[in-house]
């Protein structure tokens, strides 16, 4: 079992930065994969990021490669998602996910474990 965080979302201009945060409970959470998923108002949840459980491995969809990165610090139970660059079109609810699998995981079934998500608008 783990419990999931989110945090480090608000308001930002075009352009500009956010980094999320995602704390987990729990004594295991190096022996899981991460991932950020985003939900915009009247769309489906989508995929954003994902981590290996070591984070030697990571995967991004098309939308976010080259301005956001995810990475994990297993020692303080949390996985970031730094965001540079925004548009207007990263408005969205970002949620957290936890899976048991080896790898990465880009799909929502994939995970059993999701936080309560974390708002992020920007403005253009």
């Known amino acids: 079992q783990v419990q999931l965080v989110e945090s480090g979302g608000g308001l930002v201009q075009a352009g500009g930065s956010l980094r999320l945060s995602c704390a987990a409970s729990g004594r295991t959470f190096s022996s899981y994969a991460m991932g950020w998923f985003r939900q915009a108002p009247g769309k489906e949840r989508e995929f954003v990021a994902a981590?290996?459980?070591?984070?030697?491995?990571?995967y991004y969809a098309d939308s976010v490669k080259g301005r956001f990165t995810i990475s994990r610090d297993n020692a303080k139970n949390t996985v970031y998602l730094q965001m540079n660059s925004l548009k207007p079109e990263d408005t969205a609810v970002y949620y957290c996910?936890?899976?048991?699998?080896?790898?990465?995981?880009?799909?929502?079934?994939?995970?059993?474990?999701w936080g309560q998500g974390t708002q992020v608008t920007v403005s253009s």
């Open positions: 981590i290996s459980w070591s984070g030697g491995n990571t």
């Open positions: 996910a936890a899976t048991p699998l080896k790898g990465v995981a880009t799909t929502i079934y994939e995970y059993g474990y």
